[in-house]
């Protein structure tokens, strides 16, 4: 039933060989993937960025990544997209970390347990290598009963042998106990993999077969233990316990005295590299000397040539507000190269292992906002995209945990293009003011988390996760994963800008924008005690939250009103995007409880910032 | 006593882990009732770290109160200069 819905979704034509890649997070399974395909996917340390299922057909092949996993069954979203994936596959690929095989080979094991022919894939054997780490491949492929082909992806070796391994592919020795369980319940559901999951008890597939779920899992799971140590024991050999450097790298970045100066550094890194050199330098470049200096003028003789700026369609195109005009500088000149920026470190930083650590870290701290460490990967994931991040949610443990994480990313996370255009500004403010941003902001999510926390009933789950090898990030997987992601990024926001753009230029031309102005203007001018016209950046901050911090971005403000400003539009309502994942993920009427809450709060806190400070 | 209690660089048995769903995703990484780890890292107030063979994992502190253990004397603690650095533990 299974194979069915997914051969329909992904528009699987019939006959075709169903080539699933499987692994655990990050043994780069991705690269597998680009190299068999040609394609890009995004690679990642931490689960969650790639719960879409990529897949592309390669001749009479049709190839498909899943999620890291480690193990097939339901304990949360990834596993259970893998597991459909992995139970309508022909062949599984799957890719084990030679240097954490005792790890990785319980997946193995579990795959070839559900009886799917397969290949495996010993990638990283260099690296085990530099570890005194020697692995027996030809002890390790009788003992499995599948083909086992040592591989270095980056390097791109031994993909051509996996190719070929793909043809000789085939079921390995499963567990000697499971043949006694097994038969009866493949007999009724006529599916060994299924027969299999129902026996460890996953309800989901015992469900589609109308049966109930068994109570056998921690039995198997012991003895598949039990054989895959056998394994380890009989074909790895340490020679020496090796690399100390980034095993104490590893121990300082989770240790709180050496844990936070390092958090803080890195943090400054990003500070210096975003906010000043690409909000600065670039965004001078790009934004003042070539979009404004020549793109403007010149886009402004060729339609002004012809249509009058004065005239409606001449200010909705090229006026204060206009589509070729203001929309392309921002997107261009402004949004592009601070985005680019921003997803070049989120992705070094995701290829380095380093977020586990800081989860580890912060999960002290979280406790209290009421989310274990993993909670710090959406927040962090939150300043890149928030709607992205609030998909990401779905990995937290509980219902609770989901939702604090997801009313904290629509409340205080700006995302990276509102926080490319609150950097720019804060930049011209000073380091002070910056500071002074970065404190308020961060207490708003404090109390906001801590309040959550003694509001809900119930305490939040404890941690529990691999904490993963400390890796150089590869450039090529950075620039490619950034370049998908700011390409992603740009279609997206194209559209929405531009049709932001249109509605203040018509509100503009139709002269509802000044009413609308003079409307809002106690709560702008009295309350928040700002000029009227910021009412149009939180008009547009409806559109798109950054959109709401660019058309600050020209006004003329104080600093400390520029503050009060930044702050508002920081915590102001999520753009349409993100609120319409809020609304898919957690139902309407929660996505109706959040909204207006986040609305109110942004203009209280403003206006007592505000109060405080002008 | 409970795995919170442990120091860095200690040996331990796994005497009992609470919760089916917690068994289960501890014996993925390796980690069962019987089997020794070490743990190499506490940090304070927070998760604690624990190895078996290069493998790492954090568990809450919370969670950690609630695992027994007992600890594991000679013939196994770590004492060799390379196995400690290996978990960057100090030298002595």
């Avoid at chain 1, 690679?43 to 190839?63: M, Q, W």
């Avoid at chain 1, 700026?309 to 006026?319: D, E, F, K």
């Avoid at chain 2, 089916?20 to 070490?38: D, K, N, P, V």
Wanted: charged share 20%; net charge positive; with cysteine.
């Amino acid at each position: 039933m299974a194979c069915h819905d997914l051969n329909r979704e992904l528009n699987i034509p019939a006959g075709v060989r169903k080539i699933v890649l499987a692994g655990n997070p990050n043994v780069g399974k991705s690269v597998f993937f680009n190299a068999f395909t040609g394609l890009y996917v995004d690679v990642s340390n931490f689960p969650g960025t790639t719960l879409e299922i990529s897949h592309a057909r390669v001749g009479n092949d049709f190839i498909l990544d899943t999620p890291g996993v480690y193990g097939v069954s339901s304990f949360n979203e990834e596993e259970k997209v893998a597991r459909d994936v992995i139970l309508a596959a022909d062949i599984v690929i799957n890719v084990v970390d030679a240097v954490h095989l005792d790890r990785d080979l319980f997946l193995t094991q579990q795959i070839i347990d559900m009886g799917i022919p397969m290949v495996v894939a010993l990638n990283m054997i260099d690296e085990a290598a530099r570890q005194g780490i020697k692995i027996d491949v030809q002890k390790m492929e009788e003992l499995l009963g599948v083909p086992v082909i040592p591989t270095v992806a980056i390097k791109k070796q031994g993909f051509e042998e996996i190719k070929q391994a793909v043809a000789r592919a085939r079921k390995g020795h499963s567990l000697p106990e499971l043949e006694e369980m097994l038969p009866l319940l493949e007999k009724k559901t006529r599916n060994r993999a299924e027969a299999l999951l129902i026996l460890e008890g996953d309800p989901f597939v015992a469900a589609r077969h109308r049966v109930k779920p068994m109570d056998r899992q921690e039995e198997i799971y012991l003895a598949r233990r039990r054989r895959v140590d056998a394994i380890v024991a009989a074909v790895v050999q340490e020679t020496n316990t090796g690399a100390s450097w980034s095993t104490r790298l590893s121990r300082w970045m989770m240790l709180p005295l050496t844990g936070i100066p390092l958090l803080a550094l890195t943090l400054w890194i990003l500070y210096e590299f975003i906010g000043v050199f690409v909000a600065q330098t670039v965004v001078g470049i790009t934004e003042e000397g070539i979009m404004q200096g020549y793109y403007e003028p010149f886009i402004r003789n060729l339609i002004g040539s012809w249509l009058p700026p004065s005239s409606i369609p001449g200010a909705l195109l090229i006026g204060e507000f206009g589509i070729l005009t203001m929309t392309v500088t921002y997107i261009l000149g402004l949004l592009l190269p601070l985005v680019l920026g921003f997803y070049l470190s989120l992705s070094a930083l995701e290829d380095s292992g380093y977020l586990p650590r800081i989860a580890v870290l912060v999960d002290r701290v979280l406790m209290r906002l009421g989310l274990n460490g993993r909670g710090i990967i959406p927040i962090i994931l939150g300043f890149g995209c928030v709607t992205a991040a609030t998909i990401t949610t779905r990995l937290l443990a509980s219902q609770r945990e989901r939702r604090i994480a997801t009313f904290l990313l629509a409340m205080a996370i700006p995302c990276s293009a509102q926080l490319a255009v609150i950097t720019s500004m804060l930049g011209r403010l000073g380091p002070g003011y910056t500071f002074l941003y970065v404190i308020l902001v961060a207490s708003i999510l404090v109390l906001a988390g801590t309040a959550l926390n003694w509001l809900l009933p119930g305490k939040p789950s404890d941690l529990l996760i691999d904490v993963p090898p400390l890796r150089l990030p590869q450039p090529v997987n950075v620039l490619k994963k950034t370049a998908t992601r700011t390409r992603n990024f740009i279609q997206e926001a194209t559209p929405l800008f531009a049709g932001g753009a249109l509605l203040i230029g018509i509100l503009q031309v139709t002269g509802l924008l000044d009413t609308l102005q003079n409307w809002l203007s106690p709560l702008t001018v009295n309350w928040l005690q700002l000029p009227k016209e910021t009412a149009t950046a939180f008009i547009m901050g409806f559109v798109r939250r950054d959109f709401g911090a660019a058309g600050l971005y020209s006004l003329p403000l104080t600093p400390a009103q520029s503050l009060v400003a930044l702050v508002t539009i920081t915590i102001f309502v999520p753009c349409i995007a993100s609120a319409l994942v809020i609304f898919k993920e957690r139902g309407w009427r929660e996505g109706i409880i959040i909204w207006p809450t986040i609305l109110f709060l942004a203009f209280l806190i403003g206006g007592i910032i505000s109060r405080i400070l002008i | 006593m409970t795995l919170d209690e442990a120091r860095e660089g200690q040996r331990c048995r796994i005497l009992a882990l609470p919760g089916r769903g917690i068994r289960a995703q501890a014996i993925r990484f390796g980690i069962s009732e019987g089997e020794l780890i070490t743990c190499t890292s506490v940090i304070p107030g927070g998760p604690i770290i624990v190895a078996k063979n290069r493998q790492e994992i954090a568990i809450g502190r919370g969670l950690a109160q609630k695992i027994t253990v007992e600890p594991v004397p000679a013939p196994h603690p770590v004492k060799s200069p390379a196995r400690r650095r290996a978990y960057g533990l100090p030298r002595s």
